[in-house]
T-cell receptor, first 114, second 114 residues
């Protein structure tokens, strides 16, 4: 199994631009999670899906952030417009089911907004 | 809701010495507990997990952790560390019910020197 695949690994963009982060979960995993990691706040859960349905998006910081999971093998996290304070490492993780098992994380996308 | 406190942000230790990384959690319900490791520029990797049963849990790379319900702790230990153990270690908690997700601590940086 290739694990959780995220793209791109690095993204540098200018303030105001739209940014799209992509994630392919492990096949057969029913739950998908988007986390953001910063020095100040550590790892924060942004949103999670179960069977492609968003369950809790209370961690999404603002309306500028949106996430979709059109099918079991693909999810996107979009920021529009991006701001410098969005600079962070964004991780996608998947799990066989929510809560009861450890997650498998992707390698992350390091986003820099200048 | 659950919360995790990792008492040390950084732990320096010499190679071949024992180490303990401390983790305390707070929850009003039963929990599952996890330790993850993050090497530089990589995603998080599951070290070990406590779901039920024996309170002493063994993980990969010679690490183990002990669940202490009365002290609400889940400290991570290794009897003899290697240079390659230098990484950031995250304790995480999940409620043992429903659509629960992982809540992470701020992390402890383990620095192993020769």
């Amino acid at each position: 199994d290739a694990g959780v695949i995220q793209s791109p690994r690095h993204e540098v963009t200018e303030m105001g631009q739209e940014v799209t982060l992509r994630c392919k979960p492990i096949s057969g995993h029913n739950s998908l999670f988007w986390y953001r990691q910063t020095m100040m706040r550590g790892l924060e859960l942004l949103i999670y899906f179960n069977n492609n349905v968003p369950i809790d998006d209370s961690g999404m910081p603002e309306d500028r952030f949106s996430a979709k999971m059109p099918n079991a093998s693909f999810s996107t996290l979009k920021i529009q417009p991006s701001e410098p304070r969005d600079s962070a490492v964004y991780f996608c993780a998947s799990s066989p089911r929510v809560g009861n098992y450890g997650y498998t994380f992707g390698s992350g996308t390091r986003l820099t907004v200048v | 809701a659950q919360s995790v406190t990792q008492l040390d942000s950084q732990v320096p230790v010499f190679e071949e010495a024992p180490v303990e990384l401390r983790c305390n959690y707070s929850s009003s319900v039963s929990v599952y507990l996890f330790w993850y490791v993050q090497y530089p520029n990589q995603g998080l990797q599951l070290l070990l997990k406590y779901l039920s049963g024996s309170t002493l849990v063994k993980g990969i790379n010679g690490f183990e952790a002990e669940f202490n319900k009365s002290q609400t702790s889940f400290h991570l230990r290794k009897p003899s560390v290697h240079i390659s153990d230098t990484a950031e270690y995250f304790c995480a908690v999940s409620a043992n019910s429903g659509y629960s997700t992982l809540t992470f601590g701020k992390g402890t940086m383990l620095l192993v020197s020769p």
